[in-house]
């Protein structure tokens, strides 16, 4: 899934091909940075990392909701930015087809 800011691309988000067994999501920002949101995607309980460093954590645990999910972003990081990778994620999570919905089809 490509995320644009302003009309321009600013990330590409994508299911990591390995390992099969877990829903790994890499996400390459337009500086050429990559980040890598791992643990359990479908359950909205997992942290996106740079480097080895945590950037952001999703979890359901800090909400009371059944539909809802927090976001911490850590001080100084792109809070927006992260924001909208959580939801390209949810999306591409949850879509029964396991497809990138956002591309027209014909």
């Known amino acids: 899934m490509e995320l644009t800011r302003r009309g321009r691309g600013c990330a590409s988000v994508r299911r990591a091909l390995l390992p099969p067994w877990r829903r790994n999501y890499v996400i390459s920002d337009g500086d050429g940075h990559r980040l890598v949101a791992s643990g359990d995607i479908p359950a ?63």
């Open 44 to 106: 909205h309980e997992y942290e996106m990392r740079r480097i080895g460093e945590t950037v952001a954590r999703v979890s359901r645990r800090w909400r009371s909701t059944r539909d809802g999910y927090g976001v911490e972003v850590r001080e100084g990081e792109d809070a927006p930015f992260l924001l909208a990778v959580a939801v390209a994620i949810d999306e591409m999570a949850h879509d029964p087809l396991g497809e990138d919905r956002t591309r027209p089809t014909r």
